[in-house]
């Protein structure tokens, strides 16, 4: 059988004409489509562009982006009519943004030069950049660049959460409003990576969480206050939402517990008395009720109030009557906790009188991410304690694969201490400068050491708040030089005959350490110690057997520290995947060799010849 071409369609009798086709179905055809289809469909003829309408537009906008910069109010706009919203103009921003992202992520990995910048310019794009940024990260195991490409963009990504992070507690530092969920979630955001669990994944999750609720209780509106505030407690214990269960007890300070993301994901939705107060005060504020977390020293309770005019028990009262409000507990028990056990935990901890009703009400935003902040220098603090017990590769391997990941938990609190630790009105702008400084020395090292991407971050946040302070002149001149080197090619270290009879090693190369057994992979060489002479006397680098006129080699860590290690210590080794370093090594390289069982160098700007 003959098949038609479609410019005899026309001609043969008893056949249907794409013309012939009702608008309707043309336009459930279309929706299969892709965009640059539609785009040539439209101009074939005025009823063909005509059948092409915002619908068309916006089921691209649905289907082909998930996630949108908050200045593109999608959730609103999608609740409009079609043709209430130019969807085509969205889609072809959406499509330039994408475009410019992948752009300048090739610009990134081909050379080591105004890498700062570039970074800059796809945080600029806004959360329209993170689609981009997964379909990078997902690339395939084949590509020529699969670990720089994959590298770059999780770098990337992250920033761009921490940038979304830090402006919700910087509106928390100026007294503006910012919801309990977002303010927490905020923490979520700076070891989020690829994982859902974002701002609005982690709304949609408590929006689920109350529809689900209001399904078994459907005569929750005709409740008073005490029932409603007992009735959100036992389903939230009933379905283990809130609290610590079983095995988990033994695990209280285990960092995931501080995380309301990840609780709210996770099967057994383990949470610390702070978090399983916050889940429960997010679905009450959906469900009309007024409750607040209630921090006492060592738990969070939360205190429900009734509606004006009205006690918890739905009864009138005068307009100048303040009535006692409920006191519940999510973490240890679905009962009501009466105000006397608060009382008597207050007493235990030495609280004088006169201080105990302050405890008793609402704790504010701020004070409760600071504390998180805390909880959370505790758990990594307890976990760099386990770690120092362990023995062995294998478990250094968990510590650097974990999630949430502890450089992450541990930069996301000090900029919550740093932000949000003093109250902008305390004692002046002077003392809380002075006060911060406390947490200036690690919070500069981690973002030089894990964080250099975040230049921009720490200019338009970290250095304004530092400026009647000493450290002002050292934090901007730092920045400057950082934004220097980076804008200036790297010097070029080639290979002559007699610096690779001096430097017997390769970038790229995998070595175990002699001494301390690390594996780490060489990613760079000096052919003698280029050390200042501190630093030689404090490594000893004199009472090696070659001293320091051997050549010596930087090196990335499977703890992902960097070391500088001399040629007689390294003992090359050729593993069939080092699964420790793939995460790390796309900094330097573009993927594993399985012939040489060696690394790909993507620093031949700096190294050509290796």
Same mark, same amino acid.
């Given at each position: 059988?003959?098949?038609?071409?479609?410019?005899?369609?026309?001609?043969?009798?008893?056949?249907?004409?794409?013309?012939?086709?009702?608008?309707?179905?043309?336009?459930?055809?279309?929706?299969?489509?892709?965009?640059?289809?539609?785009?040539?469909?439209?101009?074939?003829?005025?009823?063909?562009?005509?059948?092409?309408?915002?619908?068309?537009?916006?089921?691209?906008?649905?289907?082909?982006?998930?996630?949108?910069?908050?200045?593109?109010?999608?959730?609103?706009?999608?609740?409009?009519?079609?043709?209430?919203?130019?969807?085509?103009?969205?889609?072809?921003?959406?499509?330039?943004?994408?475009?410019?992202?992948?752009?300048?992520?090739?610009?990134?990995?081909?050379?080591?030069?105004?890498?700062?910048?570039?970074?800059?310019?796809?945080?600029?794009?806004?959360?329209?950049?993170?689609?981009?940024?997964?379909?990078?990260?997902?690339?395939?195991?084949?590509?020529?660049?699969?670990?720089?490409?994959?590298?770059?963009?999780?770098?990337?990504?992250?920033?761009?959460?921490?940038?979304?992070?830090?402006?919700?507690?910087?509106?928390?530092?100026?007294?503006?409003?910012?919801?309990?969920?977002?303010?927490?979630?905020?923490?979520?955001?700076?070891?989020?990576?690829?994982?859902?669990?974002?701002?609005?994944?982690?709304?949609?999750?408590?929006?689920?969480?109350?529809?689900?609720?209001?399904?078994?209780?459907?005569?929750?509106?005709?409740?008073?206050?005490?029932?409603?505030?007992?009735?959100?407690?036992?389903?939230?214990?009933?379905?283990?939402?809130?609290?610590?269960?079983?095995?988990?007890?033994?695990?209280?300070?285990?960092? @995931?517990?501080?995380?309301?993301?990840? &609780?709210? *994901?996770?099967?057994?939705?383990?949470? +610390?008395? !702070? $978090? #399983?107060?916050?889940?429960?005060?997010?679905?009450?504020?959906?469900?009309?009720?007024?409750?607040?977390?209630?921090?006492?020293?060592?738990?969070?309770?939360?205190?429900?109030?009734?509606?004006?005019?009205?006690?918890?028990?739905?009864?009138?009262?005068?307009?100048?009557?303040?009535?006692?409000?409920?006191?519940?507990?999510?973490?240890?028990?679905?009962?009501?906790?009466?105000?006397?056990?608060?009382?008597?935990?207050?007493?235990?901890?030495?609280?004088?009188?006169?201080?105990?009703?302050?405890?008793?009400?609402?704790?504010?935003?701020?004070?409760?991410?600071?504390?998180?902040?805390?909880?959370?220098?505790?758990?990594? @603090?307890?976990?760099?304690?386990?770690? &120092?017990? *362990?023995?062995?590769?294998?478990?250094? +391997?968990? !510590? $650097? #694969?974990?999630?949430?990941?502890?450089?992450?938990?541990?930069?996301?609190?000090?900029?919550?201490?740093?932000?949000?630790?003093?109250?902008?009105?305390?004692?002046?702008?002077?003392?809380?400068?002075?006060?911060?400084?406390?947490?200036?020395?690690?919070?500069?090292?981690?973002?030089?050491?894990?964080?250099?991407?975040?230049?921009?971050?720490?200019?338009?946040?970290?250095?304004?708040?530092?400026?009647?302070?000493?450290?002002?002149?050292?934090?901007?001149?730092?920045?400057?030089?950082?934004?220097?080197?980076?804008?200036?090619?790297?010097?070029?270290?080639?290979?002559?005959?007699?610096?690779?009879?001096?430097?017997?090693?390769?970038?790229?190369?995998?070595?175990?350490?002699? *001494?301390?057994?690390?594996?780490?992979?060489?990613?760079?060489?000096?052919?003698?110690?280029?050390?200042?002479?501190?630093?030689?006397?404090?490594?000893?680098?004199?009472?090696?057997?070659?001293?320091?006129?051997?050549?010596?080699?930087?090196?990335?860590?499977?703890?992902?520290?960097?070391?500088?290690?001399?040629?007689?210590?390294?003992?090359?080794?050729?593993?069939?995947?080092?699964?420790?370093?793939?995460?790390?090594?796309?900094?330097?390289?573009?993927?594993?060799?399985?012939?040489?069982?060696?690394?790909?160098?993507?620093?031949?700007?700096?190294?050509?010849?290796?």
């Amino acid at each position: 059988m003959r098949v038609l071409q479609y410019h005899e369609l026309d001609t043969q009798p008893n056949r249907i004409s794409i013309q012939d086709l009702p608008n309707e179905i043309l336009q459930n055809i279309i929706l299969f489509a892709p965009a640059f289809s539609i785009a040539s469909f439209q101009q074939v003829c005025r009823r063909f562009s005509s059948i092409v309408d915002a619908f068309n537009w916006r089921h691209l906008c649905q289907t082909e982006f998930r996630y949108w910069d908050p200045s593109h109010d999608f959730r609103s706009k999608n609740g409009l009519a079609a043709r209430e919203v130019d969807w085509k103009k969205i889609y072809i921003q959406r499509h330039h943004s994408h475009r410019e992202t992948t752009r300048l992520l090739d610009s990134i990995l081909s050379a080591q030069v105004d890498r700062i910048d570039k970074f800059q310019r796809i945080i600029a794009i806004g959360y329209d950049a993170k689609d981009c940024l997964l379909q990078h990260l997902e690339v395939d195991d084949s590509a020529e660049d699969v670990l720089a490409r994959r590298y770059y963009s999780d770098a990337i990504l992250g920033c761009l959460h921490r940038a979304m992070a830090i402006k919700e507690w910087s509106k928390l530092q100026n007294r503006e409003n910012v919801s309990l969920e977002q303010a927490l979630a905020a923490f979520d955001m700076f070891v989020l990576h690829e994982r859902p669990g974002d701002f609005d994944e982690t709304s949609g999750k408590l929006d689920q969480i109350t529809a689900r609720f209001l399904e078994e209780t459907p005569d929750f509106w005709e409740w008073t206050t005490r029932q409603k505030a007992n009735s959100i407690a036992a389903y939230a214990f009933r379905t283990n939402l809130t609290g610590l269960r079983g095995e988990d007890v033994h695990q209280y300070h285990d960092l @995931q517990n501080n995380f309301i993301g990840f &609780a709210l *994901r996770d099967e057994d939705h383990a949470s +610390l008395p !702070l $978090v #399983s107060a916050a889940i429960y005060c997010c679905v009450a504020k959906r469900l009309q009720v007024d409750a607040s977390p209630c921090a006492l020293p060592f738990h969070v309770f939360v205190v429900v109030k009734p509606p004006q005019g009205l006690d918890v028990d739905g009864n009138p009262v005068p307009a100048d009557h303040i009535p006692d409000p409920v006191f519940m507990d999510p973490f240890e028990t679905d009962q009501e906790v009466p105000v006397s056990n608060l009382v008597s935990r207050l007493r235990l901890v030495g609280t004088v009188q006169s201080q105990q009703s302050a405890y008793l009400e609402p704790t504010s935003i701020s004070d409760l991410v600071v504390r998180t902040g805390w909880n959370i220098l505790t758990s990594v @603090q307890e976990s760099h304690r386990q770690a &120092a017990v *362990r023995q062995g590769s294998r478990d250094r +391997l968990l !510590l $650097v #694969s974990s999630f949430p990941d502890l450089e992450g938990a541990f930069y996301g609190a000090l900029w919550a201490s740093l932000l949000l630790g003093i109250p902008a009105n305390g004692d002046g702008p002077i003392f809380a400068t002075l006060e911060r400084r406390n947490y200036l020395p690690p919070f500069v090292e981690h973002f030089e050491a894990h964080f250099p991407i975040d230049v921009g971050l720490i200019e338009d946040y970290i250095v304004p708040m530092f400026q009647h302070s000493p450290e002002f002149a050292q934090l901007r001149d730092s920045v400057r030089v950082m934004r220097s080197v980076d804008s200036m090619p790297k010097q070029v270290k080639r290979r002559s005959k007699e610096t690779s009879e001096r430097v017997r090693y390769r970038v790229g190369q995998v070595f175990q350490h002699r *001494r301390y057994s690390y594996l780490a992979v060489i990613t760079g060489w000096d052919t003698e110690c280029g050390a200042n002479e501190h630093w030689m006397a404090q490594m000893r680098v004199h009472e090696l057997s070659r001293g320091p006129g051997q050549s010596f080699y930087h090196a990335l860590v499977e703890d992902k520290s960097v070391r500088y290690v001399a040629e007689e210590n390294i003992n090359i080794v050729k593993p069939d995947m080092p699964y420790g370093l793939m995460g790390l090594a796309g900094k330097h390289f573009k993927r594993w060799d399985k012939m040489s069982r060696s690394f790909i160098s993507n620093i031949r700007d700096e190294y050509p010849d290796d």
